[in-house]
């Protein structure tokens, strides 16, 4: 039983980099896998990113394989997206969710209200 909690969303430039933060609680959050989602206007909700609890595993959608890095801090109870070479399609509501370790949106039981990502062409 975990809460989440994203942050650092704005207004970037193609090419541009961003760094977003997923603050958790409790002190067994190492114990869950966090997943980044994001969801552009008018599209469904798509899997980006997740990080095993000790964050020795890590996966990616295709689409950001390369640009974006998933890291956590496990002392600080964080896990943050750190995202280089933005695009406009990159553009959406982005959500960190805890949970266990999957590609699905049911893998992830706790959610965060998500943070707006908006990139310009």
């Known amino acids: 039983q975990v809460q989440v909690a994203e942050s650092g969303g704005r207004l970037v430039q193609t090419g541009g980099s961003l760094r977003l933060s997923c603050a958790g609680s409790g002190r067994t959050f190492s114990s869950y896998a966090v997943g980044w989602f994001r969801q552009g206007l008018g599209k469904e909700r798509e899997f980006v990113a997740t990080?095993?609890?000790?964050?020795?595993?890590?996966d990616y959608a295709d689409s950001v394989k390369g640009r974006f890095t998933i890291s956590r801090d496990n002392a600080k109870n964080t896990v943050s997206l750190q995202m280089n070479s933005l695009k406009p399609e990159d553009t959406g509501v982005y959500y960190c969710?805890?949970?266990?370790?999957?590609?699905?949106?049911?893998?992830?039981?706790?959610w965060g209200q998500g943070t707006q990502v908006t990139v310009s062409s």
């Open positions: 990080i095993s609890g000790s964050g020795g595993y890590l």
């Open positions: 969710a805890a949970g266990s370790l999957g590609d699905d949106r049911k893998d992830y039981a706790w």
